[in-house]
């Protein structure tokens, strides 16, 4: 079964524990070796859900948006970025080269249309740019993926 996942970055230290749980009690409905994660492992909810995929003898295949797309995320989740992509089956590439917004649609897109099911970190607001969660969720359902989405009672996006 390859599930993806997309969601909001940047988020509190009180939500990260919070979301981490919603997504190990999704990954738990999987049979161990039965579930590959498909994302594009940036900061946040993409790499939370790869890494408990693998915790718990899953697969990772990786989508990345752009050639440029690692130098967008902070520095600080490099390593664990580089880490993860070492770590994923399977590589799938946009073919752009600048990241950005049109890159992130683009990378959303391809992640969407490769899964059986989405899941989605996601608050229910519109995005706050072009490739933001609100947009992968649109195109998956325009698609007919279905979408779960796992956000905390009670949690606002800062």
Do not use: K
Request: proline share 4%; charged share 20%.
């Amino acid at each position: 079964m390859r599930v993806g996942i997309t969601g909001h970055r940047g988020l509190s230290s009180a939500v990260e524990v919070q979301t981490r749980a919603l997504l190990a009690e999704a990954v738990a409905l999987y049979e161990p070796g039965e579930l590959v994660a498909v994302s594009c492992i940036a900061d946040g909810p993409d790499t939370w859900f790869a890494l408990a995929v693998l915790e718990r003898g899953g697969g990772l295949e990786v989508v990345l948006p752009a050639q440029d797309y690692r130098a967008d995320l902070p520095e600080w989740h490099h390593s664990t970025y580089d880490e993860l992509l070492r770590r994923a089956a399977a590589v799938h590439r946009t073919g752009l080269v600048a990241s950005g917004s049109h890159a992130h649609m683009a990378g959303g897109e391809l992640l969407a249309e490769s899964v059986e099911v989405l899941i989605a970190v996601w608050d229910g607001q519109p995005a706050r740019g072009l490739g933001g969660t609100a947009d992968v969720v649109a195109h998956a359902e325009r698609n007919g993926v279905p979408v779960r989405v796992l956000w905390p009672e009670g949690a606002v996006r800062d």
